[in-house]
């Protein structure tokens, strides 16, 4: 945010809500930055999604219930089939198991977005073999956070599943073994999207504990 921790301190010290609250939480009311960080993580680690209509599938399913299905509809259902089939959408191999709920692996791959890719994880690295890998993000509530992809070039989940179908660079440098050609039609790509959008959890991003 273009500050120093210095002004941060001082202007939190100075807002009279903020040392009675640090000492609430610290047990005391001089504030600095190693206990602001603090505050942030311990907030930040509250922000948990889980309650999407997937979420119930899942936790259902687990749990071998039978209602499970009315959770979601024909189409969602196909579109997780696509999702873990791994010669059509073959998109759990990075997105995480069927069951993960994160729906990530925690890796960095490349994808196969560019012939000639940005570094990416190599930037840090340095490494060759780092270059092109982007840590696999999770697939929650991806309908409010267009646009996608590191750098943002695509606008619409149509976009991307256009791209896995028939846009990943084959030439890409450490391309990930599991981005081979997925030949799906236009009701099979319907029904991954709307499967993805069944990943959406209404109540967390609603939730008035995270309002300002
Ligand atoms: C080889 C691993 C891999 C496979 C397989 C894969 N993805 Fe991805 N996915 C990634 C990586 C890595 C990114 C982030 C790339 C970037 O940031 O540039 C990504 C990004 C995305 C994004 C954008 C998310 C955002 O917030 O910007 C969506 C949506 C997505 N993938 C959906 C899918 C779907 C659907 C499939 C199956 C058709 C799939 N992915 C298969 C690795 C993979």
Known sequence: MKETWVNVVSKLQNTPSYPALFKKA?????????????????FERT????????????LKKLA??????????????????LFKTENKGDCFHCHGSPYNPLWT?????NNGLDATPDSGLAEITGLAT????FKTPSLRNLVFTAPYMHDGRFN???????FYNSGVQSSSPNLDGNQNPRNLNIQEKADLIAFLKALTDSSFVNNPDFRP
């Open 105 to 109: 692996d925690n890796e960095f791959v």
């Open 26 to 42: 610290f047990s005391t009311e001089v504030i600095d930055s190693t206990l602001v960080v603090k505050a942030i993580a311990q």
């Open 47 to 58: 922000l948990i999604s889980g309650n999407s209509r997937m979420d119930s599938y899942v």
């Open 156 to 162: 619409t989940l149509e976009e991307v599943i256009d």
């Open 64 to 81: 071998s219930i039978d209602a499970k299905d009315s959770f979601l509809t024909v189409q969602e259902k196909r579109g997780f089939t």
């Open 130 to 133: 780092d270059f092109g890998k």
